[in-house]
């Protein structure tokens, strides 16, 4: 849908105009149109509910939309009349709102879950509303993997930092202690606002045996949900 232009060169005997270029642009409108976006796009925080509207619109007979199917059990899609606050200001037509709702249970991860619409209309009897987005978690790290890489233990000056953000900073969550499973490892853990955010070091020191390093930080926290966080460690002590 939307506005399209084509041109179309005709070639004729006229001596005065052998050549013309002929420009047809017009509108293309679906039968059922989605405003003001064709899709839907949450940012949540795991736990947390989050809802938007999209508006539905026709012009043809027969239009009244309803839910037939949605993509995942935590995502909910109802279908109303648009209220004069709901609807789009000069569009002609039948105008339904479609209110798509993330309920606390969505996982972590990309959100992935479109709604279809059975819309009434005999040229387009169904209609696919792409939902996306991310649903974080309540407690983020980064990075997921702390790698020492090659290094010399006890000589070499080196650190890595782990950072903890709570994405709820209306609800404090404390890094409370950090420990390595690897010997000659040392922590520290340096509140950067307390109850919101935390770095996380991690030292190596000359205890650390020569060889590879497998191994993990756990990290503790005042979180219901991720009270322990393990966080893979790996490096090549020299």
């Known amino acids: 849908s939307g506005p399209i ?16 270029n002929l420009f047809v642009k017009a509108m293309v409108k679906p039968f059922v ?5 064709q899709y839907v796009r949450f940012s949540v925080v795991k736990g947390d ?20 199917e949605t ?32 309920l606390p249970d969505a996982p972590e991860g990309l959100l992935n879950a ?21 649903v974080r978690p309540r407690v983020s790290v980064s990075p997921i993997t702390v790698n020492f890489g090659n290094f010399t233990a006890g000589k070499d000056p080196i650190t890595r930092n782990i950072v903890v953000t709570n994405n709820k900073p209306g609800t404090p969550v404390k890094v409370t202690k950090a420990e390595v499973s690897v010997p000659g490892f040392m922590t520290d853990v340096v509140p950067t606002q307390e109850g919101v ?16 390093v497998e191994g993990k930080v756990t990290l503790h926290t005042t979180d219901k949900d991720k009270g322990v966080i393990e966080i893979p460690l790996k490096g090549e002590a020299l």
């Open 5 to 20: 232009s084509k041109s179309v060169l005709v070639v004729s005997n006229d001596p005065d105009r052998p050549q013309l």
């Open 33 to 37: 149109d989605v405003a003001p976006q």
């Open 49 to 68: 509910a989050a809802s938007q509207d999209v508006v539905l619109i026709s012009e043809e007979k027969g239009f009244k939309p309803t839910v037939a």
């Open 71 to 102: 993509a995942q059990p935590y995502v909910k899609a109802e279908v109303s009349p648009a209220g004069d606050k709901d609807k789009i200001a000069g569009r002609p037509g039948e105008q339904y709102k479609l209110n798509v709702s993330v």
């Open 114 to 134: 479109p709604v279809r619409i059975t819309t009434g209309v005999q040229q387009q009897p169904t209609l696919e509303i792409p939902v996306s987005g991310i």
């Open 197 to 212: 955010s935390y770095t996380v070091v991690v030292k190596a020191s000359d205890k650390v045996k020569k060889g590879a």
